[in-house]
């Protein structure tokens, strides 16, 4: 057992447990996780792994979407999140 498995919960740092896909398509942390002493850090570490990246292109398309990004924008920052995706590379 590592450090990690004991001081955290099990679902420590799994993203579709502390913040999955409400039924809007919007992401939002469940009640039982703001309860939790260690949310900030779990939401951090659910954050960095690569499901965090496929978070981080919703927000990217959400934003091409309302307008916010051109075309152009949203190709690149997609591309730059493909990148670290494929490299490992923490946001």
Request: one cysteine or more; aromatic letters at 8%; charged letters at 35%.
């Amino acid at each position: 057992m590592n450090d990690t498995q004991e001081k955290y919960p099990d679902c420590f740092g799994r993203l579709e447990t502390v913040f999955p896909k409400g039924p809007n398509d919007l992401r939002n942390t469940p009640e039982t996780c703001m309860e939790c002493p260690d949310k900030t850090a779990c939401l951090r570490a659910a954050m960095e792994g690569s499901d965090g990246l496929k978070v981080r292109g919703e927000i990217v398309d959400r934003a091409y979407q309302s307008g916010v990004l051109s075309f152009f924008q949203r190709w690149s920052q997609k591309k730059d999140l493909q990148q670290r995706r494929d490299k490992k590379i923490k946001p």
